[in-house]
């Protein structure tokens, strides 16, 4: 059997969890995706899957051999790829993902606008509000918020956010200014539990957790928290980009700006690798200059607030 299509195969049963999925995915009989799987057990001496009425599960053995596969056929494509020309001329699909409210509000604009001066790129963008791995989720490109642990990642600073507690003016003009952060256990706080946010609200450079944090509100999405704040039910924290509308608008207030911990660095990352195709150097390099120009990234002017 050509192991490469097997390896294909593979790989696409691992991600879709599936015998049956596979098969449909990639157009082949169910019989075709079991003899290719069975033929590399066969092949390695291993089993890779466990297989039940209701599931199909990776093995110890078959989680590395699928990463193997992964790089294997990822160098293939990639050396096809340059003998063919296309790391001179953007083309393909190109995947970029994002925090959800930072991909609506700057990354969908430079998206579009990228498409817009090749066209023979198609784009395909997953906001998350947490973390994927770019090279299971075959993603080219990432922006992230916050500090990066060391990795194999290409990453370009683009600018920084700060992370801000603020309330409806009526709900301050109604409870009065909390002058500290000790002051908020007084106070009614809303917490994000959808992200990477952290539900400890910590301060100053130190960044020391408030020794009280009882939320009355939870909510899994950042909008639907700053939502409840702007109808004065209590106080939120976001960062700086996530609240510009309704500070602008007057519906909100930041609060405690002496007490912010420091500004976290925000990237554009892609993985590593000997050929980096023109659509992802391409995209990088346009959305780099972009972000770089956008004043949230780089200010607090942009709020109405002192600069950090």
């Known amino acids: 059997m050509d192991r490469l299509q097997c390896m294909k195969v ?29 033929f590399l057990e066969e092949v390695t001496g291993a089993r890779l899957f466990l297989r039940s009425t209701r599931s199909v599960k990776l093995t110890a053995q078959g989680r590395h051999y699928v990463e193997d596969c992964r790089r294997i056929l990822s160098d293939i ?31 969908m604009p430079i998206m579009t606008e990228f498409l817009g001066l090749h066209p023979a790129v198609t784009g395909r963008v997953l906001l998350f509000d947490r973390n994927v791995n770019l090279v299971e989720e075959g993603i080219d490109v990432a922006i992230r918020i916050g500090h990066l642990p060391d990795s194999s990642y290409n990453a370009i600073k683009v600018g920084t956010v700060r992370r801000v507690v603020c309330a409806a003016p009526a709900y301050l003009d109604r409870y009065g200014l909390p002058r500290t952060p000790t002051d908020l256990s007084h106070y009614t706080l809303i917490a994000n539990t959808g992200s990477s946010t ?26 639907a928290a700053i939502s409840a704040a702007v109808s004065g039910w209590g106080l939120v924290r976001a960062l700086s980009y996530q609240i510009v509308e309704p500070v602008a608008d007057g519906q909100l207030r930041v609060i ?38 956008t004043p949230i990234l780089h200010a607090g002017s942009a709020l109405g607030l002192k600069g950090v």
């Open 77 to 107: 494509e990639e050396a096809e790829a340059s003998a063919g020309g296309s790391y001179a001329t953007p083309s393909g699909m190109l995947t970029v993902t994002a925090p959800v409210l930072f991909g609506q509000y700057h990354v």
């Open 198 to 223: 952290p539900l400890e609200w910590r301060f100053g450079a130190n960044s020391k957790p408030l020794a009280v944090f009882e939320p009355r509100l939870f909510c899994n999405t950042v909008a």
């Open 256 to 293: 405690l700006e002496d007490y912010e911990e420091a500004p976290l660095p925000v990237h554009v990352m892609h993985p590593e690798g000997r050929h980096v195709s023109a659509k992802t150097r391409a995209f990088v390099d346009f959305a780099v200059e972009r972000l770089r120009q």
């Open 10 to 38: 593979l790989v696409k049963v691992a991600d879709a969890g599936s015998f049956a999925d596979a098969a449909r995915a990639l157009h082949m009989s169910p019989p075709a995706v079991t003899r290719a799987v069975a």
